[in-house]
């Protein structure tokens, strides 16, 4: 089922459509949705047929960048209000978050409905915390790796080998800074200039030597995989994996709750977009931590290799817990987090012309 989701997903990214919505996994678990405004194009139909499993076609009353533009929009006109915006899940509308610090949030909600352009669903409150090895990864770099920040106590985690032209990096999340960055118990990986990085898609670039491969396992693993050479973002709810830095592989069963979402940071940072990713869990056990930022989201194909949905951004306040699950980094004690957000891979890299570094 995800995995038709997923190639749904890529087949709408690479034949981009104006009147598209998005592609989601039925709540049952027995079918894949595909939200469209009008008639699909038989390219889409025809492909959709194709699949092992089957695809469901719907009506969608605005299409995915009709509902990202009004998202965007909410965002940039009601800033330290509304938190998060993007698509509802049916194409509907749109999904927002509010700040903890509106004092009335149900009139806050009515005045938004009675001004919007779209149809308006409250989702609950959202302060969204950026999360400022693996233990000691070496030349040449890999993504999920633990790296710290030369001359503060700020550590962040690898996103991925990527080039541009001749040029090869390392990826971290925007909000971990420039300067030059150590591997957490081994050298140096490399220098993160001011500016190289977009802010809106929390992402930077640290010049170095990469390798096409991604760590996975707990804190100290010594097993990484090949990377797949496109990224695609997640469809809702199928099951990824954040890589993560400081506290190993998620294994929660973590799935993406909602997507192509607009946010606003606990540091007032506008980011996106993105996706939400919640833990399947009601035990007191948070998968990821800070230390983690900046540490790929990712999804296993058929052969073991890691295709990158995204990048971890922060962890939604709320939602933390003392529990931390087992296989972090010692020294890394929490809060860790049972939601939490990450940029959508495709529209990161693409903002700074960069290629996934891959071995296929």
Same mark, same amino acid.
């Given at each position: 089922m995800e995995t038709a989701a997923q190639a749904l997903m890529a087949l709408l990214e690479e034949n981009p459509s104006a009147s598209r919505g998005g592609v989601a996994v039925a709540e049952d678990r027995k079918s894949v949705v595909v939200y469209w405004k009008g008639d699909p194009p038989a390219s889409v139909k025809s492909f959709a047929a194709g699949q092992p499993v089957p695809v469901v076609f719907r009506g969608a009353a605005y299409s995915q960048a009709e509902l990202m533009a009004a998202a965007w929009s909410l965002l940039e006109e009601n800033k330290g209000v509304v938190t998060s915006a993007g698509p509802s899940s049916d194409y509907s509308g749109v999904a927002i978050g509010l700040s903890s610090k509106v004092p009335a949030p149900e009139a806050a909600v009515a005045a938004l409905k009675a001004h919007a352009a779209v149809p308006i669903e409250f989702i609950g409150i959202e302060d969204i915390k950026p999360l400022a090895s693996r233990n000691a990864d070496r030349y040449p770099w890999y993504g999920g790796g633990l790296m710290h920040l030369y001359g503060t106590h700020i550590a962040c985690g690898s996103g991925a080998g990527v080039y541009a032209g001749p040029n090869i990096y390392l990826t971290t999340?925007?909000?971990?800074?420039?300067?030059?960055?150590?591997?957490?118990? !081994?050298?140096?990986?490399?220098?993160? +200039?001011? +500016? /190289?990085?977009?802010? #809106?898609?929390? %992402?930077?670039? %640290?010049?170095? !030597?990469s390798g096409a491969r991604i760590w996975t396992g707990d804190a100290y693993t010594e097993e990484s995989r090949q990377v797949l050479g496109t990224p695609v973002n997640p469809a809702p709810l199928v099951a990824v994996t954040v890589s993560g830095s400081? $506290?190993?592989?998620?294994? /929660?069963?973590?799935y993406v709750a909602l997507i192509n979402r607009y946010w606003y940071d606990t540091d007032g940072i506008r980011r996106g977009p993105g996706f939400r990713i919640e833990e399947d869990t009601e035990g007191n056990t948070g998968g990821v931590q800070e230390g983690d930022s900046g540490s790929p989201v990712v999804r296993s194909d058929r052969s073991g290799?890691? /295709?990158? @949905? *995204?990048? &971890? $951004?922060? *962890? #939604?306040?709320? =939602?933390?817990?003392?529990?931390?699950? &087992?296989?972090?980094? %010692?020294?890394? @004690? *929490?809060?860790? =987090? /049972?939601?939490?957000?990450?940029?959508?891979?495709?529209?990161? #890299? +693409? !903002?700074?012309? &960069?290629? &996934?570094?891959? @071995?296929?």
């Open positions: 999340a925007e909000h971990c800074g420039a300067g030059t960055w150590y591997g957490y118990n !081994s050298g140096e990986v490399g220098v993160a +200039s001011a +500016s /190289q990085r977009n802010v #809106l898609h929390d %992402i930077r670039v %640290i010049r170095t !030597s400081a $506290s190993g592989n998620t294994y /929660q069963a973590p290799n890691f /295709q990158v @949905n *995204g990048f &971890l $951004s922060g *962890g #939604l306040e709320g =939602y933390e817990v003392v529990g931390c699950q &087992l296989g972090r980094h %010692i020294g890394f @004690n *929490g809060p860790c =987090y /049972q939601a939490y957000y990450a940029v959508n891979a495709v529209e990161a #890299l +693409s !903002s700074m012309g &960069l290629h &996934l570094q891959t @071995n296929f």
